[in-house]
């Protein structure tokens, strides 16, 4: 037991020292820095919280459920108020837990008002209160119902660690204990172990002391990287939105130079040439945008890709682009011989040809960017990089991080951040 508490150790520094250097290695802008400063403040106290070893256990439920008293347990003494009237917890209340640990210095255990109550204020700045702890206690009085279960999987959902505690238990036999505790398994996810313990005294602390002693370490530095995880994907966002206008920008101009030289140059050979060139620069200009400063024969490498992959494309850059300058180049020629009634359709046919290449290099530049994105987006200092390694090595919380990791990337689409 103390090799792996001096590993679970071991974690939490190198852990500490990869966010650290994560985080020095950002460099914000005065703008993301004043729009960010909650989530920033929030992450630099669970930087601290890290390096100080300091692990939170959160208590949710409804009012009257007992989430007080349970609390007392632990501490083996009445410091969080109770009352036999419901509500008697009015906002967060903090107590230090004396717990001795290998790994971890202090355990701080927060108490807080039942969700359903009506008298409380900021509901939801106390949910993110407990859903920022790296162990939620979910206090229970019987079956859960729908409100209850909605909260069970927003935690879920954030990645946490949940231990359902089934309190007041004097009040059912054990035969309507046994049927409660089947219809909450029905009602959780199947593929997650969310432990469901039984409150007494000695069951509760000793069940909970177990739990931190195992996973408190992994816990408390899981919840560390989803914090600068989820601080990095609201940069990234304010980023991507920026950036968006950039490259909308540098398309628009690109597809007006292009729609010019294609209405004005009666050249078929000229114009391929210089449209793929255009496009050549396009998709450079693109590259320094999102960050990624690509060589020519790369550059190209995405065009031919793109125009490979897209029929419309492919079709544009050499069949219907060809078709339409020969017919240019035969109402040029015919005009001697018509006393120019033949040049009659050469404006409209050079409107529509521009107007196929303002659309072909739109189309172009838009999956230029996503294919640019994809390249310059890996990062081995990354959270959730962090957070794939660690979980390959903690099974017990494996499948939470799991579902933290899917979720972030439903939730988070970048797709709607490019041009």
């Given at each position: 037991?103390?090799?792996?508490?001096?590993?679970?150790?071991?974690?939490?520094?190198?852990?500490?020292?990869?966010?650290?250097?994560?985080?020095?290695?950002?460099?914000?802008?005065?703008?993301?820095?004043?729009?960010?400063?909650?989530?920033?403040?929030?992450?630099?106290?669970?930087?601290?919280?890290?390096?100080?070893?300091?692990?939170?256990?959160?208590?949710?439920?409804?009012?009257?459920?007992?989430?007080?008293?349970?609390?007392?347990?632990?501490?083996?003494?009445?410091?969080?108020?109770?009352?036999?009237?419901?509500?008697?917890?009015?906002?967060?209340?903090?107590?230090?837990?004396?717990?001795?640990?290998?790994?971890?210095?202090?355990?701080?255990?927060?108490?807080?008002?039942?969700?359903?109550?009506?008298?409380?204020?900021?509901?939801?700045?106390?949910?993110?209160?407990?859903?920022?702890?790296?162990?939620?206690?979910?206090?229970?009085?019987?079956?859960?119902?729908?409100?209850?279960?909605?909260?069970?999987?927003?935690?879920?959902?954030?990645?946490?660690?949940?231990?359902?505690?089934?309190?007041?238990?004097?009040?059912?036999?054990?035969?309507?204990?046994?049927?409660?505790?089947?219809?909450?398994?029905?009602?959780?996810?199947?593929?997650?172990?969310?432990?469901?313990?039984?409150?007494?005294?000695?069951?509760?602390?000793?069940?909970?002391?177990?739990?931190?002693?195992?996973?408190?370490?992994?816990?408390?530095?899981?919840?560390?990287?989803?914090?600068?995880?989820?601080?990095?994907?609201?940069?990234?966002?304010?980023?991507?939105?920026?950036?968006?206008?950039?490259?909308?920008?540098?398309?628009?101009?690109?597809?007006?130079?292009?729609?010019?030289?294609?209405?004005?140059?009666?050249?078929?050979?000229?114009?391929?040439?210089?449209?793929?060139?255009?496009?050549?620069?396009?998709?450079?200009?693109?590259?320094?945008?999102?960050?990624?400063?690509?060589?020519?024969?790369?550059?190209?490498?995405?065009?031919?890709?793109?125009s490979l992959n897209n029929i419309y494309l492919g079709a544009t850059q050499v069949g219907i682009?060809?078709?339409?300058?020969?017919?240019?180049?035969?109402?040029?020629?015919?005009?001697?011989?018509?006393?120019?009634?033949?040049?009659?359709?050469?404006?409209?046919?050079?409107?529509?040809?521009?107007?196929?290449?303002?659309?072909?290099?739109?189309?172009?530049?838009?999956?230029?960017?996503?294919?640019?994105?994809?390249?310059?987006?890996?990062?081995?200092?990354?959270?959730?990089?962090?957070?794939?390694?660690?979980?390959?090595?903690?099974?017990?919380?494996?499948?939470?991080?799991?579902?933290?990791?899917?979720?972030?990337?439903?939730?988070?689409?970048?797709?709607?951040?490019?041009?």
């Amino acid at each position: 037991m103390e090799k792996i508490n001096t590993m679970k150790q071991i974690n939490i520094d190198k852990s500490y020292l990869l966010l650290k250097k994560w985080w020095e290695s950002i460099d914000l802008t005065n703008y993301e820095k004043s729009n960010l400063n909650k989530e920033i403040i929030s992450f630099n106290q669970q930087l601290f919280r890290l390096k100080e070893k300091k692990l939170r256990i959160g208590i949710y439920g409804k009012a009257g459920v007992g989430k007080s008293s349970i609390l007392n347990l632990l501490l083996n003494k009445k410091e969080f108020k109770t009352n036999i009237i419901n509500g008697s917890t009015k906002n967060t209340e903090k107590k230090e837990w004396s717990l001795k640990h290998k790994s971890l210095k202090s355990i701080e255990l927060i108490d807080s008002p039942g969700f359903d109550f009506y008298d409380i204020k900021n509901p939801e700045q106390i949910f993110s209160q407990i859903n920022s702890s790296e162990l939620i206690l979910f206090a229970i009085a019987g079956d859960i119902n729908r409100n209850e279960t909605s909260q069970i999987y927003s935690f879920i959902k954030s990645g946490k660690k949940i231990v359902l505690v089934l309190n007041k238990i004097d009040m059912w036999n054990v035969n309507d204990v046994k049927n409660i505790l089947q219809n909450i398994r029905y009602k959780l996810p199947q593929d997650i172990n969310i432990p469901i313990i039984l409150n007494s005294k000695d069951n509760i602390k000793n069940q909970i002391t177990d739990l931190i002693n195992r996973d408190g370490s992994s816990l408390l530095t899981l919840n560390s990287l989803q914090l600068a995880d989820n601080l990095f994907l609201k940069i990234k966002q304010q980023r991507l939105k920026r950036r968006q206008r950039e490259a909308q920008s540098i398309i628009g101009r690109f597809a007006a130079i292009k729609a010019s030289g294609v209405a004005l140059n009666p050249l078929i050979f000229l114009d391929i040439a210089g449209g793929f060139a255009l496009d050549t620069a396009l998709v450079n200009e693109l590259s320094k945008v999102y960050g990624l400063n690509l060589k020519s024969e790369s550059a190209q490498k995405i065009i031919k890709k793109i125009s490979l992959n897209n029929i419309y494309l492919g079709a544009t850059q050499v069949g219907i682009n060809s078709s339409f300058n020969l017919l240019r180049k035969v109402f040029l020629a015919t005009a001697p011989f018509t006393n120019g009634v033949s040049l009659l359709p050469y404006g409209p046919v050079a409107i529509i040809q521009a107007a196929i290449s303002v659309r072909s290099t739109r189309i172009i530049g838009k999956l230029a960017a996503k294919e640019i994105f994809r390249k310059s987006k890996v990062c081995t200092l990354d959270p959730s990089n962090i957070i794939k390694k660690i979980i390959t090595k903690e099974p017990e919380i494996f499948n939470y991080a799991n579902v933290y990791l899917s979720n972030k990337n439903l939730d988070n689409n970048f797709a709607v951040f490019l041009p």
